[in-house]
């Protein structure tokens, strides 16, 4: 015990003395160490902040989901032709039947842009040419396929209308009928349910009934008005449009 006390008194003497010559200092305490706060360098990466990132933020260039067979194919399939994509080089439509017939007409069409003519029976075929119909033009027929009827001359009152022969939809050509009885003004006019004479009349007409063309074969017309449908002769077929025919 004795001895310890010594010691410590002989370390405070020389501690004492070496203050005198050098100046002593206390240790500084290592509590205060602990607290202090070390700020990261300016050039260091901040650890904080990385650490603070979600890691279930998916990786843009490891974790997208990879397209699909189906999305590669709509991308770079081409755009299915729309009804009103061009069709230029399509196939032409396939020739049809032909009836050859002799009879007259004028056109009857109320449009005001004129009644095409086509370069085939059928609404398929071009446009080769347009009658007009703001006045009388009186056509002829040579044959017919289906409801459409084939024209080679077209006439105005001024001039030959039709450059070329071509395909006209029949109900909007005409004709009036005509009694062929000179004994009786006020005969009617038969339409048959055949071309030919010897057939049964189906409908009666009055004279100068304008009536609509269905078909033609040989120098018969199958024509309509209202509910009387049936074949009319050559005899009873008025072709003028703006006069009774004799």
């Not at 050039?43 to 650490?51: F, G, K, L, Y």
């Not at 609509?212 to 003028?240: F, R």
Request: proline share 11%; hydrophobic share 35%.
């Amino acid at each position: 015990m004795l001895r310890a006390y010594s010691l410590i008194q002989i370390g405070a003497i020389s501690c004492l003395v070496t203050s005198v010559a050098f100046g002593c200092q206390p240790a500084p305490e290592t509590s205060s160490m602990s607290e202090a706060t070390v700020e990261p360098r300016s050039d260091e990466p901040n650890t904080d902040a990385v650490a603070d990132a979600s890691p279930d933020q998916p990786d843009p260039q490891t974790d997208a989901t990879p397209p699909s067979a189906a999305d590669i194919s709509d991308a770079t399939s081409p755009e299915t032709p729309s009804e009103a994509t061009d069709t230029t080089g399509a196939e032409t439509p396939a020739p049809v039947a032909e009836t050859s017939c002799s009879a007259a007409a004028f056109v009857a069409d109320p449009d005001p842009a004129g009644l095409n003519v086509r370069s085939g029976p059928g609404s398929d075929f071009p446009v080769i040419d347009t009658l007009p119909t703001d006045g009388p033009v009186e056509v002829t027929i040579t044959g017919s396929a289906y409801n459409w009827l084939k024209l080679t001359t077209a006439w105005s009152m001024e001039q030959q209308e039709l450059e070329e022969a071509g395909w006209v939809y029949a109900p909007l050509l005409s004709v009036t009928t005509r009694n062929s009885n000179p004994e009786s003004v006020d005969a009617q006019v038969p339409l048959f349910a055949t071309p030919d004479a010897a057939a049964t009349a189906r409908a009666e007409l009055p004279n100068l009934t304008e009536v609509s063309i269905l078909t033609c074969t040989s120098d018969w017309l199958q024509v309509k008005s209202g509910e009387a449908m049936g074949w009319l002769a050559a005899e009873n077929q008025c072709s003028s449009p703006v006069a009774s025919c004799p």
